[in-house]
Structures are given as structure tokens and as C-alpha cells.
T-cell receptor
Framework: GENVEQHPSTLSVQEGDSAVIKCTYS??????FPWYKQELGKRPQLIIDIRSNVGEKKDQRIAVTLNKTAKHFSLHITETQPEDSAVYFCAAPDTGTASKLTFGTGTRLQVTL | KAGVTQTPRYLIKTRGQQVTLSCSPISGHRSVSWYQQTPGQGLQFLFEYFSETQRNKGNFPGRFSGRQFSNSRSEMNVSTLELGDSALYLC????????????FGPGTRLLVL
């Protein structure tokens, strides 16, 4: 099955700075990489995803990059705001499955004023 | 569209008991996946049901089982509860196609005493 590693486990940035979270995966056939944000006491919510036919995707202050050769993908948040404080999870599906996601261990992002 | 709903939201049980959790997917979604979330193990895939059939299974003991009804609602059952089963149980729904977003419910927090 897929193995996903995520770093760092905690990240503290000042408001307005950028934050980068990195994930590596093991299965070279993986082709879909979602990122979820989970605020305290709430459900995980998809914030952005990328499919293997592109190397980068942006949505306002959030971007994801994918390096298929190195088997890693990263989440970039620019101009961070206090409401960005949450736990972020990367994920990848087991090859050939639609819904069996393997998640990274999560990154707790703290945006300080 | 109404989101994914789960009942009950909180549950307290004692060791040896059994429990049934329910998940109602987004209207039109035929796939329901279940995940266990704990501080130590993170988000782990339990199983996925698609059109009333279990399509994928994670690495959990047989005490964990599920089913899906013709209206796509799904139930998860845990028998002979152990202290280590205390967790947030999340379900996620989708249309069931590859590289597709999964939408999470709010979860059921289970405490085993």
C-alpha cells in the first residue's frame, strides 16, 4: 500500500509570512494528492488537490506543487493569517483505488500575530 | 446540498460493549469511506462501501465491520470494544470515482471506559 510521510509536525509562523509543508509518497503510480485542513473540533476539509498531469496548482493564497520524479508534493500558504491556524493533512490514494486514502501524520500550523 | 452527516456525535461505552455509528452521505454519492482518527495513529482508513458492497478494506481487526444500504447510508459496527478503540470516527463520501474529492462528516467521538 501507499506510505505518506509529512514534515514538519509543527510549524509556527508570523502573520504575513509564508508556510510550507512537505509530503513524500512511496507509490510511483499515485496520481491524486489532496490536502485537508482540520480546525480544532471540526471535520477535515479539502483546501486544494493536484492531479499528476500538472506540476503546480494555485488557489488564491494556497498552492500545491508536485514533483513526480522525487515523489513529493508540497503545500504553500502565502500571507498567512490567524485563521490559517489548523492541522493540515496531505494524502494519497492506494493505487487502483478510488477512496482508500493514506494520510500523512499532519502538521499543526500556528500563525502568530 | 446538505453535507455529510453522522450520528451520534458523541458516545460513551464500556469495554466489551458494541457500538453502531451511522453516516449519511451527500445526496447522489454512492461511496462511503470510514476513517479512525487518534492522536497517536492519525487518520487511518477502515473500509469503503460502494453500492452496498465493501470495495476496500484497511488493516483493522474483524471487530470492525460495516454495511451500506440502498440509499447509500452506511453504518459501522465495533464489537467487543477495547480502550484503544476510543477515537474520532469519520466518514467521507464521494461519487466513488478515482481522483475525486472525498467530503468528510463531522465525526462521532467514541470514548471507551
Amino acid at each position: 500500500g501507499e506510505n505518506v510521510e509529512q514534515h514538519p509536525s509543527t510549524l509556527s509562523v508570523q502573520e504575513g509570512d509564508s508556510a510550507v509543508i512537505k509530503c513524500t509518497y512511496s507509490d510511483s503510480a499515485s496520481n491524486y494528492f489532496p490536502w485537508y485542513k482540520q480546525e480544532l473540533g471540526k471535520r477535515p476539509q479539502l483546501i486544494i488537490d493536484i492531479r499528476s498531469n500538472v506540476g503546480e496548482k494555485k488557489d488564491q493564497r494556497i498552492a500545491v506543487t508536485l514533483n513526480k520524479t522525487a515523489k513529493h508534493f508540497s503545500l504553500h500558504i502565502t500571507e498567512t493569517q490567524p485563521e490559517d491556524s489548523a492541522v493540515y493533512f496531505c494524502a494519497a490514494p492506494d493505487t487502483g483505488t478510488a477512496s482508500k486514502l493514506t494520510f500523512g501524520t499532519g502538521t499543526r500550523l500556528q500563525v502568530t500575530l | 446540498k446538505a453535507g455529510v452527516t453522522q450520528t451520534p456525535r458523541y458516545l460513551i461505552k464500556t469495554r466489551g460493549q458494541q457500538v453502531t455509528l451511522s453516516c449519511s452521505p451527500i445526496s447522489g454519492h454512492r461511496s462511503v469511506s470510514w476513517y479512525q482518527q487518534t492522536p497517536g495513529q492519525g487518520l487511518q482508513f477502515l473500509f469503503e462501501y460502494f453500492s452496498e458492497t465493501q470495495r476496500n478494506k484497511g488493516n483493522f481487526p474483524g471487530r470492525f465491520s460495516g454495511r451500506q444500504f440502498s440509499n447509500s447510508r452506511s453504518e459501522m459496527n465495533v464489537s467487543t470494544l477495547e480502550l484503544g478503540d476510543s477515537a474520532l470516527y469519520l466518514c467521507a463520501s464521494s461519487f466513488g470515482q478515482v481522483r475525486e474529492t472525498q467530503y468528510f462528516g463531522p465525526g462521532t467521538r467514541l470514548l471507551v471506559l
